[in-house]
C-alpha cells in the first residue's frame, strides 16, 4: 500500500529565521501484525523528511519502525506541537500504511486501533501556532475528505497534503529510494518547485511540483490530494542558497 524514489536535492537549503518549525516525522515499514504486508521506503522517507528539516531547525521528532506506535505518535505531537508560539509552523509528516479514516501506527490489528485523522488534527488544533502542516504518503489518504474533516469548521486552518486519492494506493518501486510522493516533495521544498524563483515555496507552486511528478512517475495511476482553507499563497517554506 505504497510507493518509492530517489532524492536529489539541487540547492542547499536553510529557513528564513522569522520563526521556529517544530516537525514530527514518522515512517513504518514492518508492522506488529504478520498478515500486514511490509513497506520498504516508508522509513527512509520519514529519515529523509527529518534530515531536510534538520537543515533548518533543531525541533525534530524521527519515530520509525516499531516505536511508532499509536501512543508514542500520539504523546510525541502533543508534546513537540504545544511548544509552538502564534509565529511558529508545526508540521506531521507519515509515511506508511493508511485507511480510510487514518494512518496505521506499529501496533495496530485492527480498526479501532487506528490512529484516526480527528485524533491528528485535534492535536494540531489545540496548538497556538498558525501554519500548521500534516504530509501524508500513505494509501487512501485523500479519504479524509470523506471522513469529517472536510465539514468540520476546526480544521480550516490545517494544510493536508496527501499522497493519494481516498480509493488509490501509493506506490513504491524497488528501483527508487523514496515513495513517489516523498520524492517529489522533497524536491520541491528544496527548491523545485520554485517557479518564480523568489525563494519561496509557496502552497500552490508544491502542489503543482508534487502533482504533476507523481502523476508522470505513477503514469496517471496515483494522484496527490492537498485540502484545507488556505490561500494558494501560503508559504511552506523559504530558503537561500549557501
Known sequence: MRRVISLMISCVVAFAVHAETYVVCVGIGNYSDPNVPNLTKTEADAKAMSEFYRRGT???I??????????QILKSLKSQFARAKADDKIVFFFSGHGYPGGFCPYDMTKIEEGLKYSDV???????????????ADACHSGAIRQNGAES????????????????????????LANGYFTKYLLRGLGGGADTNKDKRITARELFNYVSDGVKLQSNNRQHPVMWGKFDDNLTIVEYRKK
Open 58 to 60: 533543531l525541533n525534530v
Open 62 to 71: 524521527t519515530i520509525t519502525g516499531k516505536y511508532a506506535t499509536k501512543s
Open 121 to 135: 488534527i485535534s492535536i494540531m488544533q489545540k496548538c497556538k501556532a498558525k501554519s500548521k502542516f500534516i504530509f
Open 152 to 175: 468540520d469548521p476546526k480544521a480550516g486552518n490545517v494544510l493536508l497534503f496527501l499522497s493519494s486519492r481516498g480509493n488509490e494506493y501509493s506506490a513504491e518501486s524497488p528501483f
